[in-house]
């Protein structure tokens, strides 16, 4: 049997594929721009949701009473639901995900500043078992990160004399605290 405009609801709710096909074909592209006007900041799930508006039609398809109005419309109604409904659905997915990172990076974040400032203390506690001259100069190597050369300007030292320093003062550091990582390596 031929499907037409005149027999496709009656060959749907038969459960005949065919007027399914010819549902698709005819009002394919009423269902696209409905469902793309309401769905375009999702658009790469515009194709689930066309194929669920074309389920909807075939699960539902008792529903349609053609005295109420056209199929074109119920099928655009349809679209429409669907579309609003995956919007919903996906944005709601998309703050539950991005509040979910953001708890994760406030995790994180606190964790790390909990170390770096036990490692700062740590690390303090360390220095001050040095002389004032050796404690500013690993203070501006390790903390400040400044140049070897930069600190020999600075403070009117050489820079081999800098270097005997910090060597010294990492061995007295490591017998202190038996470590051998670190920045006294």
Same mark, same amino acid.
């Given at each position: 049997?031929?499907?037409?405009?005149?027999?496709?609801?009656?060959?749907?709710?038969? %459960?005949?594929?065919?007027?399914?096909?010819?549902?698709? %074909?005819?009002?394919?592209?009423?269902?696209?721009?409905?469902?793309?006007? @309401?769905?375009?900041?999702? +658009?790469?799930?515009?194709?689930?949701? #066309?194929? &669920? =508006?074309?389920?909807?039609?075939? !699960? @539902?398809?008792? /529903?349609?009473?053609?005295?109420?109005?056209?199929?074109?419309?119920?099928?655009?109604?349809?679209?429409?639901?669907?579309?609003?409904?995956?919007? %919903?659905?996906?944005?709601?997915?998309?703050? &539950?995900? @991005?509040? $979910?990172?953001?708890?994760?990076?406030?995790?994180?974040?606190? !964790?790390?500043?909990?170390?770096?400032?036990?490692? /700062? !203390?740590?690390?303090? !506690?360390?220095?001050?078992? +040095?002389?004032?001259?050796?404690?500013?100069?690993?203070?501006? +190597?390790?903390?400040?990160?400044?140049?070897?050369? $930069?600190? /020999?300007? $600075?403070?009117?030292?050489?820079?081999? =004399? #800098?270097?005997?320093? +910090? /060597?010294?003062?990492?061995?007295?550091?490591?017998?202190?605290?038996?470590?051998?990582?670190?920045?006294?390596?």
């Amino acid at each position: 049997m031929k499907i037409n405009e005149e027999n496709f609801v009656a060959q749907l709710k038969k %459960r005949n594929e065919d007027a399914l096909v010819y549902v698709m %074909r005819t009002y394919g592209g009423l269902v696209k721009s409905v469902v793309t006007r @309401h769905m375009q900041q999702y +658009l790469i799930y515009e194709e689930d949701c #066309i194929n &669920e =508006v074309f389920f909807a039609v075939w !699960e @539902h398809i008792d /529903s349609y009473i053609s005295e109420k109005g056209s199929f074109a419309n119920w099928i655009a109604g349809i679209a429409r639901f669907k579309a609003l409904d995956y919007v %919903r659905k996906l944005s709601k997915q998309m703050r &539950e995900e @991005h509040i $979910e990172d953001m708890v994760t990076e406030i995790a994180d974040v606190c !964790e790390e500043e909990k170390a770096s400032d036990y490692i /700062s !203390e740590e690390i303090e !506690e360390m220095i001050l078992s +040095l002389n004032e001259t050796d404690r500013e100069l690993f203070r501006r +190597l390790y903390i400040e990160e400044q140049k070897i050369s $930069e600190m /020999s300007a $600075e403070m009117n030292m050489d820079s081999s =004399v #800098i270097y005997n320093r +910090l /060597s010294r003062s990492r061995k007295k550091l490591r017998k202190k605290y038996k470590m051998k990582n670190f920045f006294l390596n």
